[in-house]
């Protein structure tokens, strides 16, 4: 599967971005999508994850924060981030594996290429 980012920048603390990921797949239907960040100095940790049936999972720092959705349609997963942290600041990394959601990184077998999150205080 061929992941492609977009969406990252810089703002403000309070802000909002929204992250988008567009998959090249035949299965994306059977494909769990998430998003993992990497911050610097520290491991690449998970963010959020969705399956087909739009079951979600969310990771502590971010829930209720961010959103993350897909559309089937258009073989794409966006991430709504609201209420961005400066600790939230990272490198985005859109992640694929397919039919059940995991939280390890280890547990995914596709990846993009990240885009960058910044957030001022």
């Known amino acids: 599967v061929q992941l492609v980012e977009s969406g990252g920048g810089q703002v403000q603390a309070g802000g909002s971005l929204r992250l988008s990921c567009a998959a090249s797949t035949r299965t994306f239907l059977n494909t769990v999508m998430a998003w993992f960040r990497q911050a610097p100095g520290k491991e690449r940790e998970f963010v959020a994850a969705?399956?087909?049936?739009?079951?979600?999972n969310y990771s502590n720092s971010v829930k209720d924060r961010f959103t993350i959705s897909r559309d089937n349609a258009k073989n794409m997963v966006s991430l709504q981030m609201n209420s961005l942290k400066p600790e939230d600041t990272a490198i985005y990394y859109c992640a694929a594996r397919l039919f059940f959601i995991r939280t390890t990184q280890d547990e995914y077998s596709d990846w993009g290429q990240g885009t960058q999150v910044t957030v001022s205080s």
């Open positions: 969705i399956s087909w049936n739009t079951a979600t």
